[in-house]
């Protein structure tokens, strides 16, 4: 009798275990669902609209990039310390950094894309990301994948490559005089999946060989995004052109402010859902 009922409490114990991570798996979707719609909109209306009366545009994406990043970085820290969790680094160092780097220049070729593509034909390349994914998890990984998988995501990557080269749209982008979709777009967008294939099968290398707490994964990886970046936009000498266009123009203030915090919920709802495949 004893045993029947530690059974059936373990069972219920289980069932509830398992419940709780499918609410956590649905809020996570739902977060990168509605954080990737506001985070779209606004990355392509700092981007592509002009600001003041005479009508300037943002151009410093690493600026971007700096901002989201060391928002995420201080609410990743707070999260930390408010579970009391330890600071300090599980993997080495050196392995935050990859991440990092790889992370900047997937942005950074995403917000420049958005200069010469749309944000919904930038939306509709990332169905391609598939394959360089599949490539990074064979040399990363070591993932063996069937060869029907690499003839879908070869048709995927297809058809999403008539839209992006053939678009039905007249748009003009403000940087360019030819049709919005030219090559140094594309090329943007490609060098966007495929460093966003290697940040996303790289962290699941993180997660999958050590045993690492979330934030301490995403802080460590942010810190060091935010010293490349401000090293980035100090060699380059935007940093201070940069602020003087925020400070001149105070609705890009509030959109740069909004698109951080956007990003800092994209991101942790993005890695939350990835992380929950190797803690479930």
Same mark, same amino acid.
């Given at each position: ?26 809020? &996570?979707?739902?977060?990168?669902? #509605? ?41 990743? &820290? ?29 942005? #950074? ?132 052109? &940069? ?36 803690? &479930?």
């Amino acid at each position: 009798m004893t045993i029947a009922i530690a059974g059936m409490a373990d069972s219920l114990l289980s069932g509830s275990v398992k419940e709780n991570k499918l609410w956590k798996g649905v809020l &996570a979707v739902a977060g990168i669902m #509605t954080t990737l719609v506001i985070y779209g909109l606004l990355q392509e209306k700092i981007m592509r609209v002009p600001y003041g009366s005479n009508k300037e545009f943002f151009k410093y994406s690493l600026f971007l990039v700096f901002c989201n990043r060391i928002t995420t970085s201080a609410v990743s &820290a707070a999260a930390l310390v408010a579970s009391k969790k330890a600071l300090n680094p599980v993997a080495p160092v050196h392995k935050y950094c990859l991440i990092s780097v790889s992370n900047i220049l997937t942005t #950074t070729c995403q917000y420049e894309a958005l200069k010469y593509v749309s944000f919904p034909v930038q939306t509709l390349a990332k169905c391609a990301k598939m394959i360089p994914v599949m490539v990074w998890g064979t040399i990363i990984m070591q993932k063996r994948y069937k060869g029907m998988d690499y003839f879908l995501a070869l048709l995927v990557t297809l058809g999403c490559s008539i839209f992006i080269l053939f678009p039905a749209g007249t748009e003009i982008s403000p940087y360019s005089r030819g049709r919005e979709n030219t090559v140094w777009g594309v090329s943007l967008m490609l060098g966007y999946l495929g460093f966003d294939g290697f940040t996303s099968t790289f962290q699941d290398k993180l997660f999958k060989g050590y045993d690492m707490e979330i934030h301490n994964q995403i802080f460590y990886t942010t810190l060091c995004s935010c010293i490349l970046s401000l090293t980035g936009l100090v060699l380059q000498g935007h940093l201070l052109p &940069a602020i003087d266009f925020v400070f001149r123009h105070n609705d890009c203030f509030f959109d740069i402010a909004l698109l951080s915090t956007v990003s800092n919920f994209h991101c942790h709802s993005s890695i939350i859902s990835r992380a929950q495949m190797f803690f &479930a």
